[in-house]
């Protein structure tokens, strides 16, 4: 008769399971024994006295040699580095080797525990073993093997073999890149808090995940709960939090935050991403980029042994639009736009744009610049605007891109639009010279705004596009560039929310910045527009790596801002009901910043996109599909939050 057994408190009994035949070797890789050594400490040439050793790792790809002689790399934990074992059917003094028949029956990348005995080895002048370093001088013969784990004949893992991002965990341990990402970034994040906590007497202070949602200008992802009606929100930023900070006697705050933004994705963006956040009391936003600065060229010294120069270079807002035709330019690249609408015939201009009394804008590309060929410009600059990258700028409302290739050989060097006034001058200004392509780009004549111009934008285009095919070589090197001086207001748009006032302007940075000076205090009564904001954004090679500002420190002025300026309905001032008791309670004059540190280890390590340097990074539709996250809601999870699914309308 089987004996049962007694499931506890019910009283009830079932028939024992039956052991399936996993249990076993499961049971036997709970235990075993601890390394001896790690394989990196056998590089170099070490001393061999046949000694025992215990070796943790991955197996490799086995070569056999023979039915009785087989060799296997023995990868290392970290993937770092490989030593050779040596698997014989019998040792020397002819002991018989059981372990070397097993050994074939393990496929590569099984984690498994060696034990053997080192030996010398003549130093292979093979190559190292995908990115690994091989250890040259010993090698392992091979005793004992227990695998702790299978790895199944179904998965393909070869050299070769590209993982998709389903096998996020296989990318990462087939791609030394990625790996060496992750722990750079972890070297950087060290430096960070060691500068902050260490030498600047910052404190390292976490703020709530769960916040609440308020019209700070970015969409939020909200988290119901189980009592109706009421939900938190993911933050956008510790914005408030570190104020609160402020007025808490907390004089100098940071940390490595989590930040989530329901936000279209692009390259450099994700819903979840890490900012490095920093808030200073009693302190300007020039106490700010000062602190920032040192920290900066810290870890470009420490982690890519290379000096940025200091202090770091200025440049407003207006001049960085005016001249590069975007808030975040990239300086290496060179090609300043100009303003020339004075110097054209008005009959040039209503053949680039539909727009009355206009302004246009000229930069000069040299496509070549080591072969001055116009015909070489002709086919580059052809080819591109016939591209779909070009859609853009070929659709402008406002009028495309005039474009003109300076060529001597033609009348007016191929500038007869132009006249011979406006060529002339054009010459003097532009130094043209064979070659050349010259670009008119009209805009309406109106104050800048947002991020970018059409011309800015297509001075990258050309650029990238020039370098793709070999006709310019691609910048190395990091310019780093502090933008100050924006509005403190910029038009409000329908594509972001803003802060959802009335008056058809949004806080160009978030709405609890100050006005730079008393003069920009006196233009909120009289013309807003024109107010300037104490906000400042750290750009290196045209990556806006953060941004930070003076904040309103004052509850009237804070209130005013939003009354008043923005024209915030009561409702939604009530939602920062907590900030301004606090700024009430005598909150000293504060300022911060907050990088992007994705971005910021992205740009360090030439990475196109963050997701390079993100263990598991969401796709560009926001999703995790290794884990298959965002997940259906169920019936049982929608009754539970008191939640029903609107129809599609």
Request: net charge negative; proline share 8%.
């Amino acid at each position: 008769m089987k004996k049962k057994r007694n499931l506890g408190a019910s009283g009830d009994t079932v028939q024992p399971l039956k052991e399936p035949p996993f249990f076993d070797t499961y049971k036997q890789s709970l235990s075993f024994p601890a390394v001896t050594h790690e394989i990196r400490d056998f590089l170099g040439s070490p001393e061999c006295s046949r000694e025992e050793v215990i070796l943790h790792g991955y197996l490799g790809v086995r070569a056999d040699l023979s039915k009785k002689l087989s060799f296997v790399p023995l990868l290392s934990k970290d993937l770092s580095h490989s030593i050779q074992i040596v698997s014989t059917a019998k040792s020397i003094a002819g002991r018989v080797y059981s372990v070397h028949e097993r050994l074939k029956t393990y496929e590569p990348n099984t984690p498994v525990v060696v034990r053997g005995v080192l030996k010398a080895r003549v130093p292979a002048a093979s190559k190292n073993l995908a990115d690994m370093e091989k250890i040259k001088a010993v090698e392992v013969e091979l005793w004992e093997v227990q695998p702790l784990n299978e790895f199944p004949k179904d998965i393909i893992a070869t050299p070769g073999t590209v993982f998709p991002p389903e096998q996020r965990h296989l990318q990462i341990r087939s791609d030394k890149s990625l790996r060496d990402a992750l722990v750079f970034r972890a070297k950087a994040a060290n430096i960070c808090r060691d500068e902050l906590s260490n030498f600047r007497a910052f404190t390292e202070i976490e703020t709530p995940i769960l916040f609440k949602s308020t019209p700070e200008g970015a969409r939020e992802f909200i988290v119901p709960t189980r009592r109706k009606g009421l939900a938190y929100a993911l933050p956008q930023s510790p914005q408030q939090f570190k104020q609160l900070l402020m007025g808490s006697g907390i004089s100098k705050y940071y940390q490595l935050a989590k930040c989530f933004r329901d936000e279209d994705l692009r390259a450099d963006r994700q819903p979840e991403f890490t900012q490095l956040d920093v808030e200073m009391s009693f302190a300007s936003g020039e106490d700010v980029m000062q602190c920032i600065e040192l920290l900066v060229k810290r870890l470009w010294k420490e982690m890519l042994d290379i000096t940025l120069p200091s202090p770091f270079p200025r440049m407003t807002y207006q001049q960085a639009m005016s001249r590069f035709g975007s808030d975040k330019p990239d300086i290496r690249i060179g090609m300043p736009i100009s303003r020339i609408d004075y110097l054209l015939p008005a009959d040039l201009v209503s053949k680039i744009t539909p727009l009355q009394n206009p302004i246009v804008d000229a930069l000069m590309f040299r496509a070549a610049p080591d072969e001055p060929d116009p015909n070489k410009t002709r086919t580059f600059i052809s080819n591109f605007m016939d591209s779909p990258e070009a859609a853009p700028f070929n659709d402008n409302p406002e009028g495309g891109p005039g474009i003109f290739i300076y060529d001597s050989k033609k009348p007016l060097q191929g500038l007869q639009s132009f006249g011979f006034e406006a060529t002339e001058e054009f010459e003097r200004l532009f130094e043209a010279e064979d070659g050349d392509l010259i670009i008119l780009q009209a805009r309406k004549d109106a104050s800048f705004s947002g991020g970018c111009i059409p011309l800015g934008n297509l001075r990258l285009a050309l650029h990238k596009a020039a370098v793709r095919n070999g006709y310019t070589e691609a910048h190395s090197g990091f310019e780093p560039l502090w933008i100050t001086d924006f509005p403190l207001f910029s038009p409000s748009n329908d594509t972001e929310p803003g802060q959802g006032g009335a008056a058809g302007l949004a806080s160009t940075h978030h709405p609890f910045t100050s006005p730079k000076s008393p003069e920009d205090v006196d233009l909120l009564l009289s013309d807003p527009s024109r107010a300037i904001g104490e906000h400042y954004d750290l750009v290196i090679n045209g990556v806006e790596l953060g941004g930070g500002s003076r904040r309103i420190h004052n509850a009237e002025m804070q209130k005013f801002i939003m009354r008043e300026i923005l024209q915030m309905s009561s409702e939604r001032i009530a939602e920062f009901a907590h900030l301004l008791e606090v700024l009430r309670a005598g909150c000293p004059p504060h300022a911060g910043i907050a990088l992007g540190f994705d971005r910021l280890i992205a740009v360090m390590l030439g990475k196109e996109s963050v997701r390079d340097v993100i263990a598991f990074p969401k796709s560009g539709k926001g999703e995790d599909l290794l884990v298959k996250s965002p997940g259906v809601m169920s019936e049982e999870i929608l009754k539970t939050y008191h939640l029903r699914l609107r129809e599609d309308e």
